[in-house]
C-alpha cells in the first residue's frame, strides 16, 4: 500500500510543471516569469545563437549543448541559491518563450551582489519589455527575498541596458572589470 501511494505521489509531482505550478517566479502586465522547462531548448538556442543578441553578453553565442548545460544548470534556481537564477520569459498575450531574465549571484570587489538579468528577443525590443521584466525582476528581490541591494553589470557601449538600469531606479555606481572583461556597475538600496 505505502509503495502505491508513493507511486502516486510521484506521478503528481511529476506532472506539476505541465499544470505550471511551482514553475511560476511572478508576473508582470505583459510578462510570465518561470523557471526553464526541458521544451524551452530550442527557443532558448535561438537567443542564445543569435549575434545581435548576444552582442552585450561576455561569453557571447552559445552552442546546443552550452545551451543545454545552462538550461539545466538552472532548472531549480541557481545550484547555490535556489531563490536566485535564470528564468523563462514568456509573452502573456501570445504565450512565446521570448527570453530569459533573473537574478544573479556575483562576489565583485569581496562584495556579495545580486544582479538583474535579462535578455530578451530581438522580435521585441522597442516595446518597454526589458524594462517590464527588469522591474519586476526588481521588485520580486526587494519585496519577496527582501534582498538589501541589486545592481546592474553593463557593457559601457550598451545605452539600452542604462537606460533600462536608469528607468528602474538605479544609479551609476563605478566602473569594473572581472575575467570576462570591463563593465559599468549600476546599483539601488531597498528603501
Known amino acids: ?48 545563437s543569435d549575434a545581435e543578441i548576444r552582442r552585450y553578453i561576455p561569453e557571447g553565442m552559445l552552442t546546443v549543448e552550452e545551451t543545454r548545460e545552462e538550461r539545466e544548470y538552472y532548472l531549480q534556481g541557481h545550484p547555490d541559491h535556489p531563490e536566485l537564477g535564470l528564468w523563462a520569459t514568456v509573452h502573456k498575450e501570445n504565450g512565446r518563450f521570448i527570453g530569459r531574465c533573473g537574478l544573479l549571484p556575483w562576489t565583485i570587489d569581496g562584495r556579495a551582489e545580486v544582479e538583474v538579468a535579462y535578455l530578451i528577443d530581438k522580435g521585441y525590443w522597442g516595446q518597454g519589455l526589458g524594462t517590464e521584466a527588469a522591474q519586476g525582476i526588481l521588485e520580486h528581490g526587494f519585496e519577496k527575498l527582501k534582498l538589501p541591494r541589486l545592481i546592474c553589470l553593463i557593457e559601457a557601449e550598451n545605452l539600452a541596458s542604462i537606460r533600462v538600469a536608469q528607468k528602474i531606479g538605479m544609479t551609476f555606481e563605478k566602473e569594473g572589470k572581472d575575467d570576462k572583461g570591463a563593465f559599468l556597475l549600476y546599483a539601488r538600496n531597498q528603501q
Open 1 to 48: 500500500m505505502v509503495s502505491m501511494v508513493w507511486f502516486w505521489v510521484d506521478c503528481l509531482l511529476g506532472k506539476l510543471p505541465e499544470l505550471g505550478i511551482l514553475m511560476r517566479v511572478l508576473e508582470t502586465e505583459h510578462l510570465l516569469i518561470r523557471h526553464f522547462e526541458p521544451g524551452d531548448l530550442d527557443a532558448l538556442f535561438a537567443l542564445y
